[in-house]
């Protein structure tokens, strides 16, 4: 493995006395289980496992009307509607059923849903149509009423919702560092595709995208992942997120960068996003320092403080991850997909931190083996979130690091040492006022190896490819 510089190194050190010294920002960091492409049935049958295995969110598939014949999971990322909900994973009242199944009496134990939402486009169907529902789902909205009524979230079905003026033009973005064309022009698949109709912020899309909002939040919603914000003007959308509709609601937006402070995506999409927004946003600047960091020639050096080098986002505006729905199903992202040890260890890193709401991805698809089906609960996940939950409002200090390995901990509760590489790394440190005495920390992910301080300093033993997570009995 390429070692880092010892001029990096002596960066980091500065970076880390000036801005990370003791304890970081005790933001809340819930962590919400993203249940990709997850029928909503599926997700109230599982509402109280959910609870148990201790997630505050659920993130769920778009709540609107789409292709329900295509169950392909990009069907959902197309509208027809958003008067309506009915799609190939659910319909209005499969989605207030599970929104009920994950509420309970227990505050401790409800778990909010967050929903996906679309409104940077429509669907790319219909041989480029910009008729939305179309004609046809009108008819059919009259011809069945009473089904289609009982799907109604706001709106008169009797009438379509948008028409072509309320489209910008059929232009396709060529050029994706260009911020006008980024946000005025339409996601295209080349060939000659026509792409997906760019929706025009004009007044009544603006009323019709609020209204949607509303009645969302009106059935129970807590928050939104706004999807494709990379592609909306910031002022469409403050426009469409009055108070009213931000009032008690976690919102966080889509912005894929490949990395923070610097890298051009950040600098013209999220970081205006950020400023002139009261949003939260993915943190792709910490992911790609993850990637490097756990990546050939990188050092854990990298992750002992990245936002005070600007690759990491303020905690209490990020939504941290390891994997999106986005990386694995799409060929222009697939490279991100990290090894499935270093995944591991990257977890026991966003799990173990102080700071930003995890998420964590589970798939339906079943893309690459299935490697991501049913991972909310896998093992690893399960003990990863149990420590989570318990160190809870601890802060956290960096303890020791090195190009292989990074030891930290959470207040006197809790110690996370994690060793990339294939040799057992060994950290000597102080425990004055640090850790409690006498006491067994206990190891979550093997539930023993147990760590015993009776002394001013004590030797922490990493092994291979292995990350500790230990807690205060």
Not at 86 to 113: S, W, Y
Not at 356 to 371: A, C, E, I, Q
Not at 411 to 417: F, K, N, R
Request: aromatic share 14%; proline share 3%; charged share 15%.
């Amino acid at each position: 493995m390429q070692v880092i510089s010892s001029v990096l190194k002596r960066q980091l050190w500065l970076l880390y006395a000036a801005a990370a010294l003791l304890f970081g920002n005790n933001a809340s960091a819930d962590a919400i289980l993203h249940a990709f492409d997850w029928h909503y049935d599926e997700v109230a049958a599982k509402a109280t496992e959910i609870k148990n295995l201790g997630y505050k969110a659920v993130l769920v598939a778009p709540p609107l009307k789409s292709n329900a014949a295509n169950c392909a999971w990009w069907q959902r990322y197309q509208p027809q509607d958003l008067r309506v909900i009915d799609h190939c994973k659910g319909n209005k009242q499969a989605f207030v059923n599970m929104i009920n199944a994950l509420n309970d009496t227990d505050p401790a134990r409800k778990v909010d849903v967050y929903a996906d939402i679309v409104l940077n486009h429509m669907a790319n169907e219909r041989n480029g149509a910009t008729d939305f529902p179309g004609q046809a789902a009108v008819n059919s909205y009259g011809s069945n009423s009473i089904y289609w009524n009982n799907q109604r979230l706001f709106g008169n079905l009797t009438q379509g919702l948008f028409g072509s003026a309320d489209f910008n033009p059929a232009n396709c973005i060529s050029n994706y560092n260009d911020v006008w064309q980024v946000q005025n022009y339409r996601l295209c698949g080349g060939s000659g595709d026509s792409g997906l109709p760019d929706l025009n912020p004009n007044s009544w899309v603006v009323q019709q995208q609020r209204s949607y909002l509303t009645a969302l939040k009106n059935l129970g919603v807590k928050g939104f992942r706004v999807d494709a914000a990379k592609h909306m003007t910031i002022w469409h959308i403050n426009e469409i997120f009055t108070s009213d509709i931000k009032n008690g609601m976690y919102l966080f937006g889509e912005i894929i960068t490949s990395g923070g402070a610097g890298n051009n995506e950040y600098d013209s999409f999220l970081a205006p996003y950020l400023q002139y927004t009261d949003h939260k946003a993915y943190d792709f600047p910490l992911f790609n320092a993850i990637r490097t960091a756990f990546g050939f020639g990188g050092s854990l050096s990298q992750l002992v403080s990245p936002a005070s080098y600007g690759q990491a986002l303020q905690n209490s505006r990020a939504v941290t991850f390891t994997i999106t729905h986005d990386i694995p199903t799409n060929d222009g992202f697939r490279y991100l997909i990290m090894d499935p040890t270093d995944e591991y260890l990257a977890y026991a890193y966003v799990m173990g931190r102080d700071g930003g709401k995890p998420l964590v991805f589970s798939d339906s698809t079943g893309t690459d083996s299935n490697r991501w089906v049913n991972a909310y609960k896998a093992d690893h996940i399960s003990k990863m979130l149990n420590f989570h939950n318990r160190m809870q409002g601890q802060g956290m200090e960096m303890l020791a690091w090195n190009d292989c390995a990074i030891l930290f901990r959470r207040g006197q509760e809790g110690i996370v040492g994690i060793n990339k590489c294939s040799s057992t790394q060994s950290f000597n440190v102080s425990t004055h006022n640090r850790f409690y005495w006498y006491r067994n920390y206990r190891d979550v992910l093997s539930g023993n190896n147990l760590v015993y301080i009776s002394g001013g300093s004590f030797n922490f033993s990493l092994p291979a490819r292995q990350a500790r997570m230990w807690y205060a009995d």
